[in-house]
Structure formats: structure tokens, C-alpha cells
């Protein structure tokens, strides 16, 4: 029921962005902020996933497995980020879409919480995601820009699915 939901959700915003960027030609990518909630600007979320044609899935050869650990190390770095800032995300539960540049730096992070999402400041959320996104690469690079969506809840418990990812 929860992926009905999610697909139901992105597609009534993708198409009210490609209605609204038809509509009035105009284009807000330069003016998005890094970091937004999906309801705080439909039509810059439109562009963004307008001109970001390629995903992660692509860019790791359409290897699943690649492409899903790839996302769940960059969830796992973020909630390290998170702990090392002393800022609490366990119980979060969030949708969300990363727009990378070609060399694996964050360009846009995009998301909206779950209803079953731990109640929080979400303005705070998005100030703590500016700062991960500031310095975080992904530890893959391609010829374009990529982007994944998906779901996060944290913790990841990434140390207990993937225990031969050595951080040191």
C-alpha cells in the first residue's frame, strides 16, 4: 500500500510541474534552493527531475545491486553525518530524491515525510541536509547528471545488511 501511495504521490507532482513549466516557460533551477520539502516549490521539483534524465540505476550499469548499495551507503554516511552533528534522525521516514552532478557531489535534495514519519522541525531537517549535501560525494561519477528516488527510514542498519563496508 505504502509504494501505491508513494507512486500516486510523485506522479500527481510530476505532472502538476510539467503542466506548470508548460504552462508559464519558465525555468527555476538556477533560483531552487539546494535542499526543499516537494511541496514547497512543484515546479522546481518538475524541472529538476525534467532535466535530470538519468539515474542512479543507469549510471551503475543497471546493476541493482551496485546502484542499492550506493544509496544505502550514502543513507548510512548521512546518518553518521547526522550523529557526528548531534542531530537526532532516528525515526525518520522520509521520501525523497537526490540530484547529483556528474562527479557524485550533491546538487538538490528533494523530499517529504511519511506520514508515519517521527514528528520534527522539518526546517531543521532541511538545514542539516544543506550541510551534508555541502561537502558529500557519491562514490560513483558518470558523464551527466543522475538522480535516485526512494524511501529512507533511519536507522539504516546498514553495519548489520552490508557487514563487509569497512569505514576507515
Excluded at 542512479?56 to 557526528?84: G, H, R
Excluded at 548531534?86 to 517529504?112: M, P, Q, R, T
Excluded at 549535501?133 to 561519477?141: G, M, Q, R, V
Aim: net charge negative; proline share 4%.
Amino acid at each position: 500500500m505504502e509504494k501505491i501511495i508513494f507512486i500516486l504521490f510523485i506522479s500527481f507532482f510530476l505532472n502538476s510541474a510539467a503542466f506548470s513549466q508548460s504552462a508559464n516557460g519558465t525555468n527555476s533551477i538556477s533560483k531552487t534552493p539546494q535542499v526543499f520539502l516537494i511541496s514547497e516549490d512543484d515546479t522546481a521539483y518538475g524541472e529538476l527531475v525534467t532535466n535530470t534524465p538519468k539515474l542512479l540505476l543507469e549510471v551503475c550499469n543497471n546493476s541493482m545491486d551496485q546502484a542499492y548499495k550506493k544509496w544505502v551507503y550514502m543513507l548510512a554516511d548521512m546518518e553518521e553525518f547526522a550523529s557526528d552533528q548531534g542531530f537526532d534522525i532516528k525515526g525518520l521516514k522520509i521520501w525523497i530524491n537526490v540530484f547529483f552532478a556528474s562527479d557524485g557531489s550533491i546538487e538538490h535534495i528533494v523530499y517529504y515525510p511519511k506520514p508515519n514519519s517521527r514528528n520534527m522541525d522539518y526546517s531543521t531537517f532541511t538545514n542539516f541536509l544543506n550541510k551534508f549535501a555541502e561537502d558529500y560525494k557519491i562514490d560513483i561519477s558518470a558523464n551527466s547528471h543522475f538522480a535516485h528516488y526512494g524511501s529512507a527510514s533511519f536507522p539504516t542498519f546498514v553495519a548489520q545488511m552490508f557487514p563487509e563496508r569497512n569505514k576507515n
